[in-house]
């Protein structure tokens, strides 16, 4: 059994930051990668930007130089600082993870439960 709990979403005003962070727990053998995907009403999940364990990092081009992605391996943890977010950030961001498990090695796809982000004056 493998949960991922996300947090840090919220409101923020135009040209403001925020920072995500979601925790991997459970039968943990290792974390091939993880990663934050987003959904804003009417639109389909979009990658933001993933790292692997050997903090290989890809960013979505809209985002790009304005968020950063990093994991703590000894925590199972993945963070997005997120700085200048536009109106057009607004979503709700998903955490997603790579996960060998101990029963089963080969690396099964996790999800948290989502987080809104809402970017309004």
């Known amino acids: 059994q493998v949960q991922l709990v996300e947090s840090g979403g919220g409101l923020v005003q135009p040209g403001g930051s925020l920072r995500l962070s979601c925790a991997a727990s459970g039968s943990i053998f290792s974390i091939v990668a993880m990663g934050w995907y987003r959904q804003a009403g009417g639109k389909q999940r979009e990658l933001v930007a993933t790292?692997?364990?050997?903090?290989?990092?890809n960013y979505l081009d809209s985002v790009k130089g304005r968020s950063t992605i990093s994991r703590d391996n000894a925590k199972n943890t993945v963070y997005l600082q997120m700085n200048s977010l536009k109106p057009d950030d607004t979503a709700v961001y998903y955490c997603?993870?790579?996960?060998?498990?101990?029963?089963?090695?080969?690396?099964?796809?996790?999800w948290g439960q989502g987080t809104q982000v809402t970017v309004s004056s």
């Open positions: 790292i692997t364990s050997g903090g290989a990092a």
């Open positions: 997603h993870a790579e996960i060998q498990t101990l029963r089963i090695r080969a690396p099964v796809a996790y």
